[in-house]
Structure formats: C-alpha cells, structure tokens
C-alpha cells in the first residue's frame, strides 16, 4: 500500500517537472513587461509560506556580501574610490565591513592629507589611521564652526606692553614700566619679572634675555638675577628688533636710524654697521641657508632686514664685512608698503602687503607666488607652513588653507592695541602650520597686548 502511494507521487513529480520545464519555456520567451506581469500575478495567489520563501531566497540573490568575497587587496582598492563619508557610513553595514574598511590603512591616510593632517608613515597600525581621520575631523570642524580656541589673559604689567617674544611654553613681555616678565603660558604664572629699560624687542633662552630699546641700546639680562650682563650701545634711533645665535657668538638689532648692526654677543662690541635702508629697520631675522644657489650654500647663515619698502639679505658668518647679496620689493615705485611682519624659514621668505602674500623662493631669489585675498584688505602675516597661514586683522584671526588659498577659519579679536612696528603681536606654536597631527594643535595660538596693559591669548581649546 505504501509502496504504491510512492509511485503515485514519483509520477506526480515527474508531471510536475514536464510542466514545470514547459512553463519556463514560454515564461523565457516574454517580454519583460509580461514576465513582471506573470510575477505579480503569482504573488498575489500565494500564501505566507511562498512569501517568506520568496523573501529568504530574494535577500541570497540580491545581497551578496562582495567585501566578504572578495580578496583584502581588491577590496581595498574599490575602497580607495568611496569619500570617508560613504566610508563611515558603510561601517555600519557590519563587523565584517567594519573591520576591512577599517583597516584600509591607504584610504584613510589619504583622506587625513586631504584635510591637511601631517602623517607620520612610521605607524605601522592599520586600525590607528581611522581613529587619526575621525580625530582630524572633530578639529577640523571646530575650526570651520569657529570653535577650537579659547582666549585668557595676563596681568601684571603697569604700562604699555610693546615687546613680545614666545618659544616652547612661554612667553616673554617687555614693557614701558621698565620691566620684562616671563610667563608660562599654559598656567598664566609670571616665571620671572626682571628691571629692564623700556623695550620695544625681546629674544629670551633659559638663562638670558636680549632687549632693544626706544632708549637706542640693545641690552643682554641674566633671568636669575635680573644682573645686565652687556649693554650693546652704538644706534642713533630706537632699536626695534633683535636677534641672536649663541652658536656664531653673533647678536644683530635692526634700528630707526636705518641701519643694522652686528654685535659679538659675548663681548659686546660692534663687529659691523650695514646700512642701505633709507627708512626704520622694523624686521631682522638671523636663519641657517636650507637651500642652494649661487650665492649661498645649506648651512650659510643668513640675515634678513626689512623696512617699510624692501628686505634685505646679508651673509653673516667668518666675513664679518659682508655686503647685500639681494634687495627684494613688491614695487618698483614705493606705492606698496610692507608690512612689519617677515617669514624665513631658510627655504622661503614670506611678506604681507597691501597686495597680498608674497612669497619667494630663496634658492632663486624669484616671487613664487602672490595670494590676494581680495574679500579681506590688509590681512596681516603671523605664521606660514606649508599647509596652513596664521593671518589677522583688526577684528579676527584668520586660518588660511595655502593648497586653496581660501580662508578656513576665524576667530574675533578684541580692541588690541595696535603697532606700526609690528611688535606687539606675535603667533605662538608654529608647527601646527606644516599640517596639523593630533599633538601640535594645543597651546598658544596668538598673543597681542591690549590698551589696559594686559596680554590677550588666543589658545587651542581641548579637542572635545
């Protein structure tokens, strides 16, 4: 009996096929339309057994997981042409796409370039570079929403504040109430306060402090007992600018008598006047050479001087009588002033005027590049690297992507005091301009002196 009821379905199944195959023969010869006509058609008579079958098996055909399937080294290079957004977005999917998109190290990286993060190729960990990029993005953000800094201030001084210099943490203030302070910035305290003259340029190491005047001199301080070591007297004008290498035992002052004098810091005698500037000496820069050209070598020392309408380059080293190798202007005339601010970093050389940024190459001497920035006249040079420029105003504080020449950020400043010469506002850390890595965006940003005598702050906030 049993047996039989089998034959009977084994012939049923086998009519099933023969009808089965002939349906799909006219099913293959439809068109389109008719075929998704035929589909509906089906689906309305089923039940919820055929439905849940239908889905199950739909959901295998359409979803095929090809990151899974496919070899880490493809998979990363279909990877490679998705935005971080989409990115991060696909994270979601699952573990499995969470951990390849994660650890497509190249991806990453390149989208922290993009948003010019400086990328250490050290760092072996492939899972490290997704936790940069987040990180890079948080910052950036705060930068473009006008939220990654913070101001203080520092009391202490009972006169003007002219003079401002700042290395590593902490900031040197001169002031017309004939002192000079040094602070630690990150806790406001005042680490030393020493009697001075009045200053209108500072330079500060952990034993000393170099002083130019309005009273003509330059002067050399000892921090820890305030003694004046060496007074370095010979300028006719106030002295707005100095600068020093203990290395060559060299001090150089740029003056308001136009000249520019080069000291032995040691001694404290005139080994040489340069002379060729017809107005104030506002700039002087003493830099090691990291470039060659037919005039200097890497390693050359050299000094630059600015005024008003021209920067001057000097060799400095055994050739104590050195003549001008270069004069640099933006215009031939005197119709375009320089502003009193001057980047050199031995490769570049970088000024503000009315026309804009001007930077030079210093192996060639030629303009590199003019950056105007026509939405914002007068914008002010503080800092430049390679990725970003630190520029100002009278109302903000600007960042500067160099790679779009577009303004990314801004800050407001408050009524600061303001200075022809150029010395009563400074940037503090620097390295964040070469392209920011998670580490260098913290500490000071800017500082200005203000009319009640106190020192504004412009800080990096914690990233949050």
Not at 76 to 89: G, N, R, V
């Amino acid at each position: 009996m049993e047996t039989g009821k089998f034959f009977h379905n084994l012939m049923e199944r086998k009519d099933f096929e023969t009808w089965l195959d002939n349906i799909s023969v006219t099913f293959l010869s439809l068109t389109d339309l008719q075929k998704n006509e035929t589909l509906d058609h089906l689906i309305s008579l089923s039940g919820a057994v055929q439905l849940r079958h239908l889905s199950n098996n739909l959901e295998t055909l359409l979803k095929r997981d090809f990151l899974k399937l496919l070899p880490l080294e493809l998979s990363f290079y279909l990877l490679k042409w998705l935005d971080p957004q989409t990115l991060l977005t696909c994270c979601l999917v699952s573990k499995q796409w969470n951990k390849v998109i994660s650890a497509c190290t190249e991806v990453w990286q390149i989208a922290c370039k993009n948003l010019g993060w400086q990328i250490d190729d050290s760092v072996q960990d492939a899972l490290h570079w997704k936790k940069v990029y987040l990180k890079a993005i948080l910052r950036m953000k705060q930068l473009e929403d006008h939220e990654a800094f913070e101001t203080s201030s520092l009391i202490g001084h009972s006169a003007r504040v002219y003079a401002l210099y700042y290395k590593d943490g902490l900031l040197c203030t001169g002031s017309d109430d004939l002192s000079a302070k040094l602070w630690d910035v990150s806790t406001g305290q005042c680490v030393y306060g020493i009697q001075t003259h009045t200053c209108a340029a500072v330079k500060f190491d952990e034993q000393k402090l170099v002083t130019g005047s309005f009273d003509n001199t330059v002067a050399c301080w000892e921090w820890s007992s305030g003694a004046r070591t060496q007074h370095f007297r010979g300028h006719t004008g106030a002295v707005f600018s100095v600068d020093y290498n203990d290395e060559l035992d060299i001090l150089v002052s740029g003056s308001a008598d136009f000249t520019v004098k080069v000291w032995a810091l040691s001694a404290g005698t005139c080994l040489n006047t340069l002379t060729g500037h017809t107005e104030w000496v506002t700039k002087v820069v003493l830099q090691k050479c990291k470039v060659k050209s037919l005039l200097h070598s890497p390693g050359d020392y050299i000094l630059l001087s600015a005024d008003k309408y021209e920067i001057k380059i000097w060799p400095i080293g055994r050739e104590i009588n050195c003549k001008c190798l270069k004069t640099l202007s933006v215009s031939e005339d005197r119709s375009i002033c320089l502003q009193p601010r001057l980047h050199f970093d031995g490769k570049y050389i970088v000024c503000s005027s009315a026309l804009g940024l001007y930077q030079w190459d210093f192996a060639s001497y030629d303009i590199l590049r003019v950056i105007k920035t026509p939405e914002i006249a007068n914008l002010a040079l503080l800092g430049f690297g390679d990725v970003f420029a630190l520029l100002f105003d009278n109302r903000y504080l600007y960042i500067m992507d160099l790679r779009t020449e577009s303004l990314i950020s801004r800050w407001p400043l408050p009524e600061y005091r303001k200075s022809k010469r150029g010395s009563s506002f400074l940037a503090g850390e620097a390295s964040w301009l070469n392209g920011l890595d998670g580490h260098n965006d913290t500490g000071l940003v800017f500082a200005t002196s203000m009319p009640d005598h106190s020192i504004h702050l412009v800080l990096w906030k914690e990233p949050g």
